[in-house]
Nanobody, 129 residues
Framework: VQLEESAGGVVQTGGSLRLSCTAS????????MAWFRQAPGKEREFVAA????????SYADSVKGRFAISRDSAKNRVYLQMDSLKPEDTAVYYC???????????????????????WGQGTQVTVSS
């Protein structure tokens, strides 16, 4: 079972970038998914989550209105669209999955990383000022 993030990159302040995460080894259509990030010298933090049905999402306050999480279960893929990027968004971004058929049916806030069983290796996103 593997989760693989797409390549990140360097983008200017105010720019946009879309990350994708592809699951291999088994289908992840029934697994709640999320994105986390870790900036240099800081702990890993929650960014966004989506239910396995894809009908509810939640975001960290710092990215609300700028980032959007979505999924394409047919492609075994989850996305993170990042707009209006800021230098403080610079971090390694990780894709994560909970066990199948778990998680809340309605997301209202951050989901602890301890609830996620599968993790990608991470991809670097750098926002230049």
């Amino acid at each position: 079972v593997q989760l693989e993030e797409s390549a990140g990159g360097v983008v200017q302040t105010g720019g946009s970038l879309r990350l994708s995460c592809t699951a291999s080894g088994r289908r992840f259509s029934t697994n709640p998914m999320a994105w986390f990030r870790q900036a240099p010298g800081k702990e890993r933090e929650f960014v966004a989550a989506i239910t396995w049905r894809g009908d509810s999402t939640s975001y960290a306050d710092s990215v609300k209105g700028r980032f959007a999480i979505s999924r394409d279960s047919a492609k075994n893929r989850v996305y993170l669209q990042m707009d209006s990027l800021k230098p403080e968004d610079t971090a390694v971004y990780y894709c994560a999955a909970q066990p199948a058929y778990t998680g809340s049916d309605h997301l209202s806030g951050p989901v602890p990383e301890t609830e996620y069983e599968f993790w990608g290796q991470g991809t670097q996103v750098t926002v230049s000022s």
